[in-house]
């Protein structure tokens, strides 16, 4: 439609309102020499219009304001055809996602730029692999995931916790909801026993004694296929993390103690984060250590609260049913039982379909149904007056 207008215009355009006639003629110049039509500029065009007290004949205004209008409308045709630079960015900035702001090639608006790459990487075919689906990292959590649970010993420290400390003891559903916080969190936060920092680190340190006391020495036991799932992802130079709210010195044993230390790269305990699940800080914080961006990071956990700051985190999520049942984790992007049922090529895909990455940004419109235009039928009654 533009290209219609464009070239109608390019006729009418053209049109000249006033024509200089033959110097030959000087009774037309005496006739003609008082309606001359002065010329101005208008939107960047030499516009002729007549001075008021000229003789103007209604036609040649008419003549005029087609002109004009045309000629405007044509203006602005153009420039909506050939936007500028300035225009570029603001339909960017419209959009929701970036383009290329330094002008070299402005019209690229889709695909958006994908975020694993990095124009850094000299190398295309290092590059090439980066944005690929095999570029991913790997978080594991440790009690659930890679060892077993011993959740009925946490209940039972705080509880002890409680007695000493002259408190009441926490009901059932509040020690459900701190599993898998930082201690310090959940005193301060849940169980209101205290806000001071000090006496935060008092009553966490003394949580963790009164757990180890009742622990006896006992060794952490690997699930089954933890093992086997991990030295696939080595042998594939995947990148291994493992993040826990317990303090370091007892997560360090329980690595030690299960022989799993030489598989991760990195190690993100209670000290290295302010706040614990389901805050998203302690994973961000472990790939931002492996060097990954989050949407290349899976995350492996046994609980709701690791789901919902994995999803926070715009992480995938594999969720391991090891003390819920499976169908209260329905919100993970994975749901298993144990690890050696997952391959690299599953996680490859988890990390390659509907990535955040490559989705647009638009919000999805809700399609309103409409209303039947048909007129009601009509429906024969018996009149008993007829």
């Not at 208008?42 to 000629?71: E, H, W």
């Not at 020495?217 to 993040?243: C, D, F, W």
């Not at 049942?325 to 749901?335: C, N, Q, S, T």
């Amino acid at each position: 439609m533009v290209d219609t207008i464009g070239a109608g215009t390019s006729l009418v355009g053209h049109h000249l309102l006033y024509q200089r006639p033959s110097c030959k003629d000087d009774n037309f110049k005496r006739r003609t020499g008082s309606c001359r039509l002065l010329v101005t500029e208008f939107m960047g065009q030499r516009l002729p219009i007549c001075p008021s007290t000229s003789a103007v004949t209604p036609r040649q205004r008419y003549n005029g304001l087609v002109d004009s209008t045309v000629k405007s409308l044509a203006m602005e045709l153009t420039k909506e055809k050939n936007p500028s630079k300035e225009d570029w960015r603001r339909i960017a900035r419209g959009l929701g996602y970036t383009s290329d702001t330094a002008g070299v090639s402005p019209g690229r608006l889709w695909p958006p730029a994908n975020k694993a790459d990095d124009p850094m990487i000299h190398n295309p075919l290092l590059r090439q692999e980066r944005m690929g689906c095999g570029w991913f990292a790997v978080i594991f959590e440790m009690e659930g995931v890679i060892v077993e649970d011993d959740s009925e010993l946490q209940r039972q420290a705080w509880l002890v916790l409680s007695r000493e400390e002259g408190r009441s003891p926490p009901l059932a559903f509040v020690l459900k909801r701190i599993e898998g916080m930082k201690n310090e969190q959940a005193i301060s936060e849940v169980l209101c026993w205290s806000r001071d920092p000090t006496e935060l680190r008092r009553l966490a340190s003394r949580k963790e004694e009164i757990y180890r006391s009742l622990k006896n020495g006992g060794y952490h036991q690997l699930r089954s296929g933890s093992q086997e799932l991990m030295t696939t992802l080595a042998n594939h130079k995947i990148p291994l993390a493992v993040a826990s709210t317990r303090p370091r010195k007892v997560l360090q044993e329980a690595v030690e103690g299960a022989g799993v230390q030489s598989f991760f790269d990195v190690m993100v305990a209670a000290e290295d984060v302010f706040r614990g699940k389901p805050d998203p800080e302690m994973f961000l914080y472990a790939a931002q250590l492996l060097d990954f961006i989050p949407q290349r990071c899976i995350v492996f956990g046994n609980s709701n609260s690791t789901v919902e700051a994995a999803h926070d985190a715009r992480m995938k999520c594999v969720a391991v049913a090891s003390k819920h049942p499976v169908y209260e984790l329905r919100a993970a992007d994975l749901v298993v039982r144990q690890l050696d049922e997952l391959s690299v090529v599953d996680l490859k895909n988890l990390a390659d379909i509907d990535s955040p990455e490559f989705e647009s940004g638009e919000a999805e419109v809700a399609m309103e149904e409409e209303d039947d235009p048909s007129p009601p039928s009509t429906v024969g009654v018996d009149d008993p007056f007829w």
